[in-house]
């Protein structure tokens, strides 16, 4: 059974850094691309980047470029949101998610995408 544990959300001040990880197991790990997604209270869950299976595409959503990287260690079965710069706005539940297919993921729709983890909350104060 496919399964997605993130980690490493919390409280942060504005203007630090958090790094996420997304553990996955069950699943042939290397052959998924992987996508970072967030759900802030009162909105929708949103697309925050996505990686290839390979590590060798990135994907951003515009307004995150430049603070966020996303990569990936198919050894340990690992996918890593890095957040630079945080800011209130960044408050958010933060999932993981897996998709194997060509198309749709990169682009950040989240019906491409086949197994999800539970989140990790993430507190920005100002």
């Known amino acids: 059974q496919a399964q997605l544990h993130e980690s490493g959300g919390g409280l942060a001040q504005a203007g630090s850094s958090l790094r996420l990880s997304c553990a996955a197991s069950?699943?042939?790990?290397?052959?998924?691309?992987m996508g970072w997604f967030r759900q802030a209270p009162g909105k929708e869950r949103e697309f925050v980047a996505g990686?290839?299976?390979?590590?060798?595409?990135?994907y951003y959503a515009d307004s995150l470029k430049g603070r966020f990287t996303v990569s990936r260690d198919n050894a340990k079965y690992t996918v890593y949101l890095q957040m630079n710069s945080l800011k209130p706005e960044d408050t958010a539940d933060y999932y993981c998610a897996a998709s194997v297919r060509r198309d749709r993921w990169f682009e950040g729709y989240q019906d491409a995408y086949a197994y999800w983890g539970q989140g990790t909350q993430v507190t920005v104060s100002s």
């Open positions: 069950g699943l042939t790990f290397s052959v998924y691309h």
């Open positions: 990686i290839s299976w390979s590590g060798g595409s990135t």
